[in-house]
């Protein structure tokens, strides 16, 4: 009971504070366009929720299919990383390094212009998904790598002791400890992907960005437009912000249940 009634005043302290949060950035941007005499309409858009909805959903599909292979690509590369042929690992580490130091926007044009016409990818959306999955993959990589060697060497010598096998070994000692470390900066980068695939309207490509870019030159609502594909953009990734922070803390109550 004394438990409850602590957490009570907890709750809505936090309540309390986020709202108040909001009411000082809702006010700012009130008081920033009062300032420059914009007048908002946003009864506009209605009139294009068929063709919003269409590129909010393409925005989903393409996220998650580069989520998907952007794990597998940032899993063998890790792995890679770690293996004791100099070819191979060389090899993804110059990946690595390649990716993470040149722009995105930069790769896009080159992976599809010249490497996907040059090997005949003509679908623009299997392009884009694979072009996001080489870049979002290179920076899993390194979360993967940095989380596995931060495990203690102790933990395994405590498995060998206790004769448990490769495979248990993995299963009990290695994949818990990862996951609880590494998914907060999974789901970053899983933000990242969401927000990241807005540049592939520049191969044209009919995602929430390339449909709201068509409707600004259609509806001359620019501002509003923007604002409002901000906000899209904004509920997805805040949506996967509440889903790691939920899937994390049952991964680190399994942790110790063990």
Same mark, same amino acid.
């Given at each position: 009971?004394?438990?409850?009634?602590?957490?009570? &005043?907890?709750?809505?302290?936090?309540?309390?504070?986020?709202?108040?949060?909001?009411?000082?950035?809702?006010?700012?941007? /009130?008081?920033?366009?009062?300032?420059?005499?914009?007048?908002?309409?946003?009864?506009?858009?209605?009139?294009?929720?068929?063709?919003?909805?269409?590129?909010?959903?393409?925005?989903?599909?393409?996220?998650i299919?580069?989520l998907?292979?952007?794990?597998?690509?940032?899993?063998?590369?890790?792995?890679?990383?770690?293996?004791?042929?100099?070819?191979?690992?060389? #090899?993804?580490?110059?990946?690595?390094?390649?990716?993470?130091?040149? &722009?995105?926007?930069?790769?896009?044009?080159?992976?599809?212009?010249?490497?996907?016409?040059? /090997?005949?990818?003509?679908?623009?959306?299997?392009?884009?998904?694979?072009?996001l999955?080489?870049?979002?993959?290179?920076?899993?990589?390194?979360?993967?790598?940095?989380?596995?060697?931060?495990?203690d060497?102790?933990?395994?010598?405590? %498995?060998?002791?206790?004769? #448990?096998?490769?495979?248990?070994?993995?299963?009990?000692?290695?994949? &818990?400890? #990862?996951?609880?470390?590494?998914?907060?900066?999974?789901?970053?980068?899983? %933000?990242?992907?969401?927000?990241?695939?807005?540049?592939?309207?520049?191969?044209?490509?009919?995602?929430?960005?390339?449909?709201?870019?068509?409707?600004?030159?259609?509806?001359?609502?620019?501002?509003?437009?923007?604002?409002?594909?901000?906000?899209?953009y904004?509920?997805m990734?805040? %949506?996967?912000?509440?889903?790691?922070?939920?899937t994390?803390?049952?991964?680190?109550?399994?942790?110790?249940?063990?």
């Open positions: 009971m004394r438990q409850r009634r602590d957490k009570q &005043p907890k709750t809505i302290n936090k309540v309390c504070s986020m709202l108040l949060v909001g009411c000082i950035l809702i006010g700012f941007l /009130w008081l920033s366009i009062s300032r420059i005499g914009l007048k908002l309409d946003f009864t506009t858009l209605f009139d294009y929720r068929q063709r919003l909805w269409q590129g909010f959903k393409m925005s989903i599909i393409i996220s299919g580069s998907v292979v952007s794990l597998l690509i940032g899993t063998i590369t890790a792995i890679g990383q770690q293996s004791k042929i100099l070819s191979i690992r060389y #090899l993804c580490k110059v990946y690595v390094q390649i990716i993470r130091g040149t &722009p995105l926007l930069v790769q896009i044009y080159f992976f599809y212009y010249i490497i996907g016409t040059a /090997w005949g990818v003509d679908n623009r959306y299997i392009a884009g998904i694979l072009i999955s080489i870049f979002e993959g290179a920076y899993i990589s390194e979360i993967i790598r940095g989380g596995v060697q931060s495990i060497a102790k933990q395994y010598e405590i %498995a060998r002791a206790i004769g #448990l096998t490769s495979y248990r070994t993995l299963q009990l000692v290695t994949l &818990p400890i #990862l996951m609880a470390r590494i998914l907060p900066a999974l789901a970053g980068q899983f %933000a990242s992907i969401i927000k990241d695939s807005s540049l592939l309207s520049v191969i044209a490509i009919i995602e929430l960005t390339q449909t709201i870019q068509e409707i600004s030159a259609d509806n001359f609502r620019m501002f509003e437009n923007y604002i409002f594909i901000g906000l899209l904004f509920i990734t805040f %949506a996967i912000s509440l889903l790691s922070g939920i994390e803390r049952r991964v680190k109550y399994a942790y110790k249940a063990q």
